[in-house]
């Protein structure tokens, strides 16, 4: 998971909002470090389907659909 997003997330300042499971993750300007470290109970990840979108400024949305299990 952590590869994935960080390639979509690779343009620095191009990034305007990332949700997970329909809560906003607030970026502090690092977007890379913003996704950093997601596991269940974490920014509103959960045990098993998750679903990250990331905004861009120019308004598309790239949906990445993945699943976590206890103790990642």
Do not use: C, W, Y
Not at 7 to 22: M, P, Y
Not at 25 to 52: C, E
């Amino acid at each position: 998971m952590k590869q994935i997003a960080r390639e979509e997330t690779a343009e620095a300042g191009t990034i305007d909002e990332v949700v997970l499971n329909g809560r906003s993750v607030g970026l502090t300007g690092a977007a890379r470090s913003d996704l950093d470290h997601i596991r269940p109970g974490v920014r509103g990840a959960v045990v098993g389907a998750n679903t990250l979108e990331v905004h861009d400024v120019a308004g598309n949305v790239t949906t990445i659909e993945f699943t976590l299990i206890r103790g990642s």
